[in-house]
Each structure stands twice: as structure tokens, then as C-alpha cells.
């Protein structure tokens, strides 16, 4: 990695921009560039579906919103235009009008009367989106809805409609106070859950498809549910056609008769929607484990819909780092001795691990839902019968990290945050690479441990089940990282170096990632109340080894015994597995609802106004590179150039225009 790439970008709101670099990219042949070349193509071309899914108006205010960005002729020191250029950024990072973490609508910063006459004036450059009423019904599933202006105008300025994208509040019917477009307005969420049911009852209770997870669940005028699928000549239908074309055109270069087929199997599931065929798309990518460049394009997580069961859109291409790879795949040539020896009842342990592949990757496209905000470490594919038979696929994305550590460095945080200089030390020594071999064994090894017991329903945990899941794979990361195995396979330097991840992870769960969250609120992201019910189950379990201390007026987590940390760590993961493996929804629920959830306000407000002083941005996301052909006179392709200068602003109007497909 280049030390003289600037990382750095834009910074606006609670967001910072960063650019990451493609290390290798300038010096593979020709045949690997193109390759990587279509596939970003195929990544980005899903993009207006995402936004489509996030809101069934999001296409129309991008559109509204980007016309009044791109033609205004007013001052540049107008209040309202510079709180105008604020909210179209946010609201292109998080593709859409909701945070991108809280789920929560923003708040306009300008005036309603200012918004308003930017729009009348402006409607004459506005696409065939738009019309006098809204059009819910059946009637033309290959479009998405259309609405009057009236409605973005209420939509963006009254904090009654559609307030939060993805609502889990216990008690509160999810569908009917969530803004996401996965499910018609008015159905309910006991009719959805009963209309799954159904499915699921006639589903192969061995090897069950994941139901819903392609598809917009309406109502027929009869009354009745019925699925709108995702699919080429069905809803999203001209977005996934052009997808398929570049894939098409990807699969000319691919690098083995494997990947060939797993491009086919692709391309055969968005012509049809079938998800048995989804399965074996599924099966043939964890097959394929020999190329240099990999993929995902398509339906992956189910973090924005309520219920759990559908499937955002998401593209990202990568590049192995095979020099980085040698620390994964330390761990999945020894993922039987940690099934093994974990913590977990042995009713609940696989008896053979099949297919665990890690690397380590460098991103070169992040598309969808994987963009601007990206994960840096994936495990996939999401089916638990899949990874019992076939395995999985995990990755850790060295550039992004590398990319997020450069903008940490000389922030402030762990001289404000941290208790003491011993602690600091221990983090400036250990903390990148136990962090970095955190999210190894959350991806590589937790997400594929553990089995679900015979007859036991994937999505018994309903709402809860993400939270869960994703507090099953820390805690096995967090329980590993502190055994001697780590030191034994030269993947931590000494036996005291855990401690590092023990203390910045708890720091985080209990007090730092409080600053993501507006004052008033609770938390709602998956990730976050995991961390934050790891952090606080260990807190009221285990005082004797875990405190929050108070020193100079301010709080801070004081750690007193990190060997008993993690005894604690084994025992929560053994009763998370429980709850996973046996579908214990109310035991799922006790944990979530007292752990996960709730803020003590004062001190939120605390954290808060600390790191408010230290004037940094609690979320950050990525700018991509830009790839460009280059031909020479007769037309013919001789290289592919990347470049790092797209501005933010600059690349989002690009995709607006170049990838726009509903």
C-alpha cells in the first residue's frame, strides 16, 4: 500500500468521506482488468433498485433533489442553499431520505418556502416520474411508482411521515411504522409472518430456500399476498437486464470454467426469480476458490427489512492480497479445532466443518447497498443449510481498513476515551492487528460455527435474529482472540496482545459508539446493539472484572481482570449458540430488549458533547475509484486505467446519470 495515497475527501454532517486504493490493480494483465472492469459495471447498474427498496419515493426525491442541486442560480452564501447541499449529501450517502445507521428521517436545515419555489422552478427538467397522483397498484409491475411533487415536498418536511426506515421497537407493528419498500403499504406484519409461515410449511424443511428474500410482498385487489419478484421481466426487471448484459460481458474474461458457471447460475436466477436456483448460484460461488478476482452481486443482506427476510441489493469486486491471505487461511485449515473446543454445547457443534475458505481482499468496486458505507468484512452466503453441506466464503477487506486507519491516527480519541497510558500503549501497539484478527474470526470462523438443531426454522429469532447472529460471530471472535492457539499459529505476537481488542471492543459497546446516535434516541442498528449487549451483559455479569469508572468528572471502562473477561465472553457465547440453535425467540428478546437497546441519557449526552469536542465524524464511507477503457484508433481495447479524483458530489451525479435503470 502506496504511504503517499491520500485517503481524505470530504467531510459534511456526521460524515467523512474517504478514497481507498487498489494495490495490484496497475500490474495485473489485461484480461484481470477487464474483467474487474465489467464486474464494477455489473456492481454499479443495481444501484436505483437500492433506493427503490429504502423508500418507494426514493428514486423521484434523488431526482428532485439532484435538479435543484445541479441547476441552482442563486448566491453560493445563501443559508438555505448551503443546508440544501448538506441534506443532498446525506441523503446520497445514505441512498436515501433515512440515516444510513439509525434508520431515522434527516431533518431538513432549510426553509420549506425556500425548498418549494427551487422545486416549481425545476419541474420542467423532470423526467416521466412524475405524475398528478400516486399509482400503488398491480396494474404496471415493471415501473416503480410515480408520485406528485406535493409528496416529496411532505415527505422531506413533515417528521410524521415515514419517519424511520426499518423500525424494531418491541411491541410496534414493524411493517406498518417502517418506510422501507419491501412490503405494499397497509399489510401488516402478522400477515406477513402468516403468509411466510405458510411458505415455509411447504417448504423442504432440510434444504429451505430463503423465502421473501427476492421479492416485494403486495396485495392482489381480492385481498389476498402475493409476491412481486424480483426479476427480468418482472419488478426491477430493466435494472437486472442490464446487469445480466455486463455480467455477460464479464464472463468473456473470466479466469476458470468455475466462474464461468457461477456467472451463468447468476444470470439464470435474475432471469427466473427462482430461489432453488438461487442456491445453486449459491453453491457454485463458495465452489469457486481459485481466481484472483471474485464478486457478489445481488440480494445478500436482510438488515433493512424488518422482518429479517428480505434482501437489499448489493455489488462489490475484489482482488486477493495474497500476502495477507496466509493469516486467514490459517485459521480455515484449523476451523475444526475451534468448532471443536468452543465454549458452546456439543448438541450445537458442527461434527465436520465443510468448505471454510478465508482471504483477505482489496475492494476495487463497492456498489449498492455496500456503498458509500461499507462492511470490512463479509461472510457469505446467509443460508445455514448451504454452509452445513457446502461451506462459506469469508473475506476481510485489507484496503478498507487500511483506508479507516490512516483517518484514525492523531484523532484524539484514545487520549479522551482511553483510562490510562498504560492502556493507550496497549492499543498502540496491538490494537490495529488484533482488531484486524477480530473481524478474521468473526467472518472466517463465527458466522460459519454452530449448527441449528433439527427442524428449527432460520428465522424463528424473527426481528432479533440479525442482532443475534451477529453477536454469535463476535463472541467467538472475542473468545478465540485471547487462546493460546492465536500465539501458536503466529497470528497474535504474545499472549498479552488480546487484551488490546478486549478493551477497545467494550470501550465502544459501552461508551464510544454513543456518538453515532442523536440524543433522544435509542439504538436501533443491528451491529450496534450487539455490541452494545455483549459489552453490558458482561458489565452486570462480571463486575469483579469489568467496570465504568468515573475520573475527573468524566467516565471511562476500567478492565481489572482480562483473563476473567474471557470466561465471560464463553459463557454468553454458549447461551447466544442456545438461543440461535434451539430458535429461542423469547430468550432472543430478554437479551436484545434489556441489553441492546436502551440509552442512559445522561450519559450519552456526556460521550457526546466529549467527542463533539474533538470536532471528528462518527461515520466515514468510501468515494470508489473511477475505470476507463482505453482504445486505440480503431476502437480496439488496450488497457484499463483507474483513476482517484472523482469528487463525491461529482461521482454521484455520474451514477445518477450513467447507471440510472427504473
Known sequence: MAHAFDTLQERFADLQLLRYEVPGFAQLPLRQKLLVYYLSE??????????????????????????IYTHYDGPDDNADWQAFKVYMKRVWFSNGIHHHYSYQKFQPGFSKEWFVERLQTSTKRLSTNWSAKTDEGLQNPLSIVRCPLSTIVELIFNPEVMP????????EDLLLT??????AQGITQAEAEAFYADLKSKADANRPPMLGLNSRLERKEDGSLCENVWRIGGLYGNALERICDMLGKARQYAENDRQRLVIDKLTEF???????????????????????????????????????????????????????TRRTKALSDNAQWFENHSPVDERFKKKQCRGVSAKVISAA??????????AIGINLPNSDWIRAEHGSKSVTIANLTHAYNLAAKGSGMREEFVIDEKTKQLLDLYG??????HTDLHECLGHGSGQLLPGVDADALKAYGSTIEEARADLFGLYYIADPKLVELGLTPNSEAYKAQYYSYLLNGLLTQMVRIEEGHQIEEAHMRNRALISRWVLEHYPEALHITRKDGKHYVLVTDYPLLRKAFGELLAEVQRIKSEGDYEAARHLVENYGIKLDTMLHKEIRERYRKLNLAPYKGFVNPKYELIKDAEGNIMDVSISYDEAYDEQMLHYSQEYRTL
Open 42 to 67: 455489473a456492481a454499479l447498474l443495481g444501484r436505483d433498485i437500492l433506493w427503490d427498496q429504502n423508500c418507494q419515493f426514493g428514486l423521484q426525491l434523488r431526482e428532485a433533489l439532484e435538479t
Open 164 to 171: 424511520k426506515r426499518v423500525n424494531q421497537a418491541d411491541g
Open 178 to 183: 417502517s418506510a422501507c419498500n419491501y412490503y
Open 270 to 324: 435474475y432471469e427466473t426469480g427462482d430461489l432453488k436456483t438461487f442456491d445453486e448460484y449459491a453453491i457454485l460461488w463458495v465452489q469457486d476458490t481459485e481466481g484472483e478476482i471474485d464478486f457478489t452481486n445481488g440480494f445478500t443482506e436482510v438488515y433493512g427489512d424488518p422482518l429479517g427476510l428480505k434482501a437489499s441489493w448489493e455489488g462489490y469486486v475484489n482482488i486477493i492480497d495474497h500476502d495477507a
Open 365 to 374: 468496486m463497492l456498489g449498492g447497498d455496500f456503498y458509500p458505507s461499507s
Open 432 to 437: 490495529d492487528v488484533c482488531d484486524e484478527l
